[in-house]
C-alpha cells in the first residue's frame, strides 16, 4: 500500500477544507471499500480525512419524512423502528448486503460512493476504462456474467453494486452536498451519471464536495414496499439482480402509483420509469406486468453472458409486484 497522510476532522468545515483543492485527498467514513481498493493499489490517495467522528449521524423523521446524516451506520439505519415500519424497502435492502461487522462500520454516503465490483477494476493488471481512461475494457469480451445490461456504454458496462442506492431510488431521495463554496441537493436519479465515454466519472460530485445526508420523502397513506435480491450465495454475495419496489393502490384496486428501482443491472440504479408509466392507473394483472416490464427492457443490451438478466430482472419485478399490489397489509405506511 502507498503511504499516505492522516487527519481526523473535527467539523464538517475543516473536512471540506482539507479536501478541497486537493486532488489526491479524500475522505475516509467506515473504509470498507476504500481501504480495500487502496491495498489493491486500486486507489492511491496522498492523504485521508477521517470524517468518522462528524456529527453527521443523526437519524430524523418528522411527518413521515426521514432525514438520515452521511455517517449513519448501515446497521443503525437498517435497525431504526421508524424506517423498518415506513420504508421496509430501505431496511431489507441493507440487511440484504456485506454482514453484520460490515454493517456497524459502513456509511450511508460511504455505501452511496462504494465502487463497482467489476474484476477488471479491482485488478491493476489490467486494462480498465473506468481505473484507467482510455485504456479499454476487457469485460466487454471477458467475464461480463454479473455486469449490466441497461444504460452501459461500449466504454463500461459495470454495474453500481450498493443495494441501499437501488431502495433510496425507489424512495425518491434527495443527496445533500456541501462544498467549500457552498451547499446544494440533487435528486439521487441525478446523482448517478451515465458512464458514455468517461466511465471514470460516475457521479455529480465534484472534488471536495462532500455528502452531508440524504433525506427521504413521506410516502403516500396506505403505500407499501420491499425489497428482493436475487446473489449467488446467500450472504457476502453482491446483486445479481435486485428489485425494489413502491405500490400505491386506488381504492378501486387500481394501480395508483408503482415506483420500481433494479440493482446490478446499469452503472447507477435503474428506475424503472417506463414500465412505471405503463402501470399506473391499471388493475394488475400477469399480462400487465409483461407488457409494462417488457417496454423497459426493450432497452437493455445484453451481452452473451448476461442474457439471462433480462428475463430474471423481469420475473423477480414481476413477482414482486404481484405480492405488493395483493399486500398482507402488515407492510402498508399508515399515519
Ligand atoms: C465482503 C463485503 C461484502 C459486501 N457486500 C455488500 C452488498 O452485498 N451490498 C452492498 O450494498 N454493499 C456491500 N458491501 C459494501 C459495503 O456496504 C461498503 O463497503 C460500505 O457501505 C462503504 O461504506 P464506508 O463508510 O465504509 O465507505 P468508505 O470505504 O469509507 O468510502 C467509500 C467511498 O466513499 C467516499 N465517501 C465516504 N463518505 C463520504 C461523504 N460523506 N462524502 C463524500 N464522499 C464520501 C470515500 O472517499 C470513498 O471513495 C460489501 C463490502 C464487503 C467488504
Ligand atoms: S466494465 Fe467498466 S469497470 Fe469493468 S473493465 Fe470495463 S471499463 Fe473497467
Known amino acids: 500500500m502507498k503511504p499516505f497522510a492522516y487527519q481526523r476532522a473535527t467539523s464538517v468545515d475543516e473536512a471540506v477544507l482539507a479536501v478541497a483543492g486537493h486532488p489526491e485527498t479524500v475522505y475516509l467514513a467506515g473504509g470498507t ?156 436519479q441525478d446523482f448517478y451519471v451515465a458512464p458514455g465515454t468517461t466511465p471514470h466519472r460516475e457521479t455529480v460530485l465534484e472534488h471536495g464536495e462532500l455528502i452531508t445526508q440524504v433525506a427521504l420523502p413521506a410516502l403516500p397513506e396506505g403505500a407499501v414496499s420491499r425489497y428482493h435480491k436475487v446473489r449467488d450465495r446467500w450472504s457476502y454475495a453482491f446483486a445479481v439482480i435486485s428489485v425494489a419496489a413502491v405500490v400505491v393502490m386506488d381504492a ?38 409483461e407488457r409494462a416490464l417488457r417496454a423497459e427492457l426493450r432497452h437493455a443490451t445484453p451481452l452473451p453472458q448476461n442474457e439471462f438478466k433480462v428475463d430474471l430482472v423481469k420475473d423477480v419485478t414481476a413477482g414482486l409486484l404481484t405480492d405488493l399490489a395483493h399486500p398482507a397489509g402488515d407492510r402498508k405506511v399508515t399515519r
Not at 465490483?117 to 476504462?129: I, L
Open 33 to 188: 471499500n476504500l481501504v480495500d481498493l487502496m491495498k489493491l493499489g486500486v486507489s492511491r490517495p496522498q492523504a485521508l480525512v477521517d470524517i468518522s467522528r462528524l456529527p453527521l449521524d443523526h437519524l430524523t423523521h418528522q411527518d413521515g419524512h426521514t432525514v438520515i446524516g452521511a455517517m449513519a451506520t448501515n446497521a443503525a439505519v437498517a435497525g431504526d423502528p421508524v424506517i423498518r415500519a415506513n420504508f421496509p424497502v430501505l431496511s431489507e435492502s441493507i440487511l440484504a448486503g456485506a454482514s453484520g461487522q460490515l454493517r456497524n462500520s459502513a456509511s450511508t454516503a460511504g455505501n452511496l460512493l462504494q465502487k463497482t465490483r467489476c474484476a477488471y477494476f479491482q485488478d491493476v493488471s489490467k486494462p480498465c476504462n473506468k481505473r484507467a481512461p482510455g485504456s479499454g475494457c476487457p469485460a466487454r469480451a471477458g467475464a461480463h456474467r454479473d455486469l449490466g445490461i441497461l444504460g452501459v456504454s461500449t466504454s463500461c458496462i459495470a454495474t453500481q453494486p450498493s443495494d441501499m442506492a437501488v431502495a433510496l431510488s425507489a424512495l425518491d431521495t434527495t443527496v445533500s452536498l456541501r462544498s467549500a463554496t457552498g451547499e446544494r441537493t440533487v435528486k439521487l
Open 252 to 289: 378501486h384496486g387500481r394501480i395508483e402509483q408503482a415506483r420500481i428501482a433494479w440493482g446490478g443491472v446499469a452503472p447507477r440504479p435503474w428506475r424503472a420509469l417506463l414500465a412505471e408509466a405503463e402501470l399506473r392507473g391499471h388493475k394488475p394483472s400477469p399480462e400487465l406486468f
